[in-house]
């Protein structure tokens, strides 16, 4: 009997091995089911009322307009929560940058698989627990009768409370207390690829310790930094819960705004005028995120 070899076996034809769908195009299905259900037709529905003078549901009469876009343009007001919104946004990332990049260091050159663990679980035991639930904490410990103003009034270091609330400045410190975890994590992951040795090469060759984190790690980092910020930032600026609580009637973003639009107006086209706004700003950043990352790492392919 005859042996056959691996040489004996004909190739199938090109034409059969095309007929076939790759596994890998099986595996991304539903993840691309998902992007195109959950994100691109709602989407469209939104930009596609944002251009029609009324909901085609009720009224098939409309006609396509773009004053939803003017009314927009010609009022400040809107004007006012964008600015608010992405100033909220920024100050949130920066802040959270601050406080996020130091622990994230931390956990990754940490030697203790305990510590490390523990350290861990306290970065995300926070995200155990709803957004309502830590912005009432939040509530608590910040207004005119919480924690803080009761303890420094009782102490007689102040007469009246602080305005610790109902502005800005409450507004950031939720947001930063919510959405530090997502810059610790992937700071975390990024910094833990680095290379000690580059470091410690540097300060054999005479570098201090602060010249080789200047020098190596945060460069080498500095993609970690971009995508964290991306994140937190994109999160900050759609925030609705949080600006609405600790805010106020005094702080006004754009997802607010929308809100109002769509419960109390019931105006669906502007609301999605402001929605195809916001996204496009968000848009845009993250494609200046992009060219800066393709800069960084030399692949024009990202842009």
Known sequence: MASVTLDDVAPPPPAMRRRGVSPIAWLAAPALLLFVVFFVLPFGVMAL???LSGNP???PNVIWT?????RFLGDDLYHDALWSTLRIGLITTVVALLIGYPLAHWMA???S???HAALLMAVIAPML????????AWMTILQDKGVINTTLIGMGLIEKPLPLMYN?????VALVHIY???MVLTLTGVIGRIDERLEQAARNLGATRMRAFVEITLPLSLPGILAGSLLVFALSISAYVTPFLMGGTNVLTLPMMIYQQVSSSFNIGFAGALGVVLLAVSLVIIVAYNRVLARLSGDEGLT
């Open 49 to 51: 009322l944002s251009l």
């Open 57 to 59: 549901a009720t009224n």
């Open 66 to 70: 773009t004053r939803h876009y003017e």
């Open 109 to 111: 050159r940490m030697k």
């Open 113 to 115: 698989r305990i510590g």
């Open 129 to 136: 627990t709803g957004i309502v639930v830590r912005t009432f």
């Open 168 to 172: 800005e400045f409450g507004t950031i």
């Open 180 to 182: 530090v975890p997502f």
